[in-house]
């Protein structure tokens, strides 16, 4: 008898090198399936158990997920317009208009980082306004909200770095702008500003430390929180459902003991 | 003498073993090294050396600008304005978020195209650089202004001095 695809990929998990890599090794029972969540680095920060109806689209509709899709597309193609972009004064712009014009599908991936951020902003928002409304940043998740928040500063700084790259007109003034609201803190407001910016004006400096922020520090800091956020929904009992809410755990419990009919 | 502590008691009355000590003595020199990382953090992201244009801009000869004009340097940030009562120099840069302001010869007013600051020049009752409308929290500066051994008209924007100083040549 032939064997199925399902059979060949069974014979590949039982293989020793497989094995030694991924230790669950073939089979489908819960304890095989469990192992394979636990037993994996990236996936072991998640629940090895789900709730069958938290995974429909209607619970959360992906908006957590979606924003970390965003997130990946902006690493994989910031890296890419990194190889073509110099953070310098003389060269940046040009750059930016070479990775439009002159370099092959360089036009594609600036777009794609581009409207990805914005993506990534506008679900931000609409995760945490789903969250919000569903109450689902109550006791035992409330420490996972401030967490959000500090993500939700991370990406709006992550887009305000960004702007000031491609050094045209409308970067150079929105970040003179934007840094001079940073003077308002006061006391020291003129030395977060300075600090900021490497000096007293949007200047090569500037451009530098934003491109450094931007690249490394903001993402490394974006990385870690989702590692947190991720962990703590494991840690916090799963993606909130109102059905385990105590009150409602409580009303039916009661309707149980007392039947309608029994009154 | 296995249950020996030494234990000595301070002067305050409370009890201080070895293992407080250490403890005490290691935090101690933690928070100093955190607090002399946090200087050097501070020092290491200040610039000591800046590539940044000199304050001090010469603006030519003080024929070049006639009786009752205001001229824009845009790559300086400066105004300099020949009044009847002799020259001067405003800052161009609003006082609100930093945005370049424009001279609006039609209105005799500076303003400002960011957030709509409006500046006074001329205005009769308000000192030139004074604010007439807008969200800007002050008016725009005077920068000291001298003339040079040749006769060029020379602007500090580093320097501000009291308004209605003027320079008569």
């Given at each position: 008898m032939a064997k199925t695809v399902d059979q060949y990929f069974d014979d590949l998990r039982d293989t020793r090198v497989w094995r030694s890599i991924f230790r669950s090794g073939a089979g489908s029972s819960t304890l095989k399936r469990s192992l394979a969540i636990q037993q994996n680095v990236f996936l072991h920060l998640f629940a090895t158990k789900v709730r069958r109806r938290m995974l429909s689209f209607s619970a959360t509709w992906y908006l957590g997920t979606l924003t970390l899709g965003t997130f990946l597309m902006l690493v994989v193609t910031g890296i890419l317009l990194m190889l073509y972009y110099h953070p310098s004064v003389p060269q940046a712009y040009a750059d930016t208009k070479d990775l439009q014009f002159v370099v092959s599908s360089g036009l594609f991936l600036r777009n794609l980082h581009r409207w990805s951020a914005h993506?990534?902003?506008?679900?931000?928002?609409?995760?945490?306004?789903?969250?919000?409304?569903?109450?689902?940043?109550?006791?035992?998740?409330?420490?996972?909200?401030?967490?959000g928040i500090v993500l939700l500063l991370v990406t709006l700084l992550l887009s305000y770095t960004g702007y000031l790259l491609p050094w045209d007109q409308l970067a150079y003034w929105a970040i003179t702008v934007g840094s001079n609201i940073a003077s308002a803190v006061p006391v020291f407001g003129?030395?977060?500003?300075?600090?900021?910016?490497?000096?007293?004006?949007?200047?090569?400096?500037?451009?530098?430390?934003?491109?450094?922020?931007?690249?490394?520090?903001?993402?490394?800091a974006?990385?870690?929180?989702?590692?947190?956020?991720?962990?703590?929904?494991?840690?916090d009992g799963g993606?909130?459902?109102h059905s385990s809410e105590p009150a409602v755990l409580r009303k039916n419990a009661a309707e149980v003991e007392t039947p309608k009919e029994a009154r | 003498m296995p249950d020996e502590k030494h234990e000595i008691k301070s002067e305050t009355g409370g009890?201080?073993?070895?293992?407080?000590?250490?403890?005490?003595?290691?935090?101690?020199?933690?928070?100093?090294?955190?607090?002399?990382?946090?200087?050097?953090?501070?020092?290491?992201?200040?610039?000591?050396?800046?590539?940044?244009p000199s304050p001090i801009v010469n603006a030519g000869k003080p024929e070049s600008y006639p009786i009752d004009s205001v001229t824009l340097d845009v790559n300086t940030g400066i105004y300099l304005i020949h009044a009847k009562e002799g020259f001067f120099a405003l800052g161009a840069v609003c006082t609100h978020l930093g945005c370049l302001t424009t001279w609006k010869p039609e209105l005799g007013i500076i303003a400002c195209p960011c957030h709509g600051s409006k500046f006074a020049v001329l205005q009769g009752n308000l000192k030139p650089g004074d604010k007439i409308e807008g969200p800007a929290p002050k008016p725009l500066p005077w920068y000291r202004t001298w003339l040079?051994?040749?006769?060029?008209?020379?602007?500090?924007?580093?320097t501000t001095i009291r308004p209605m100083e003027f320079l008569r040549v």
């Open positions: 993506a990534m902003v506008f679900l931000v928002f609409a995760h945490m306004f789903k969250v919000f409304y569903r109450g689902a940043y109550r006791p035992p998740r409330e420490f996972n909200w401030v967490i003129d030395k977060i500003h300075f600090m900021l910016l490497g000096g007293n004006l949007v200047n090569a400096n500037a451009l530098l430390r934003f491109y450094v922020l931007h690249c490394m520090i903001l993402p490394l974006a990385m870690f929180f989702v590692a947190i956020h991720f962990w703590r929904i494991r840690k993606l909130y459902a | 009890t201080f073993d070895r293992r407080q000590f250490f403890v005490k003595l290691g935090l101690g020199s933690l928070s100093i090294a955190a607090a002399g990382t946090a200087v050097f953090a501070y020092q290491f992201l200040s610039p000591n050396v800046l590539y940044e040079s051994d040749d006769g060029d008209l020379m602007v500090d924007r580093g």
